[in-house]
């Protein structure tokens, strides 16, 4: 299939599959691309989709991105999924260690230079990942941030070259815990602090009262995303 043809199958599924379930949605992208995976961030909605993906295509590769700089309560969570689940994550790591990271650009790369720290721990690992597979699938919401509020639940990602599936992007916040507690999913207990938004350490922090849900990430930036899905 080529891009064209993508293209237009994409179009006419993204309105077909609109109001579809997000197992719908899994079942017809794994049997379509079945050189497919899911990225896992083992944030709320990446957890619902783990949990999706075991009922519905448990042999669907499910890898996450280690920047070295998770929380441990993160690292925690994948384990006790993994043991859940019976399952293997791919670990997808940065070319180079945060020491090296320190010596090449200069200690706390995060402060100084966040988009660039992204760059090197998350965007380029996950080039080399997608560069694998077909299609991804991802957890995304349209009422996240603005950047997200035009997500198709399919569509083609020209960035990185490949089909992506956004299962759960009409859902709200509400629906996504919904799902977990009406399904026992495990779920990082920083959510229960606080916590909306989980990304690295160094960059992430509790959300206050009346903040918005993402305001925890990056906040002493303008900066907004990571860059994984712009």
């Known amino acids: 299939m080529n891009l064209l043809e993508k293209e237009e199958l994409i179009k006419v599924k993204a309105e077909e599959l609109e109001h579809a379930t997000p197992e719908e949605i899994i079942r017809w992208a794994v049997e379509t691309f079945p050189n497919i995976t899911f990225a896992c961030s083992f944030?709320?909605?990446?957890?619902?989709?783990?949990?999706?993906?075991?009922?519905?295509s448990p042999s669907t590769d499910i890898f996450y991105l280690d920047t070295d700089f998770h929380f441990q309560e993160t690292y925690e969570t994948r384990d006790k999924i993994e043991a859940k689940y019976n399952l293997e994550f791919v670990r997808v790591s940065p070319q180079i260690t945060p020491e090296e990271q320190a010596q090449q650009y200069g200690e706390e790369l995060w402060k100084s230079e966040p988009n660039q720290c992204c760059n090197i721990r998350k965007v380029e690992p996950l080039t080399r990942i997608l560069s694998q597979y077909d299609a991804w699938i991802t957890g995304i919401r349209r009422d996240q941030a603005p950047t997200r509020a035009n997500a198709k639940k399919i569509e083609?990602?020209?960035?990185?070259?490949?089909?992506?599936?956004?299962?759960?992007?009409?859902?709200?916040?509400?629906?996504?815990?919904?799902?977990?507690?009406?399904?026992?999913?495990?779920?990082?207990?920083?959510?229960?602090?606080?916590?909306?938004?989980?990304?690295?350490?160094?960059?992430?922090?509790?959300?206050?009262?009346?903040?918005?849900?993402?305001?925890?990430?990056?906040?002493?930036?303008d900066k907004t995303e990571c860059g994984l899905h712009k």
């Open 43 to 56: 944030g709320a909605e990446d957890v619902v989709l783990v949990d999706m993906l075991q009922k519905v």
């Open 156 to 221: 083609y990602d020209y960035k990185f070259g490949l089909v992506k599936f956004n299962p759960i992007a009409d859902w709200t916040s509400e629906d996504v815990w919904n799902y977990i507690r009406s399904n026992d999913v495990i779920y990082n207990p920083l959510h229960d602090r606080n916590f909306p938004s989980i990304g690295c350490e160094h960059c992430t922090r509790a959300v206050m009262p009346g903040e918005d849900p993402r305001a925890g990430r990056w906040s002493d930036s």
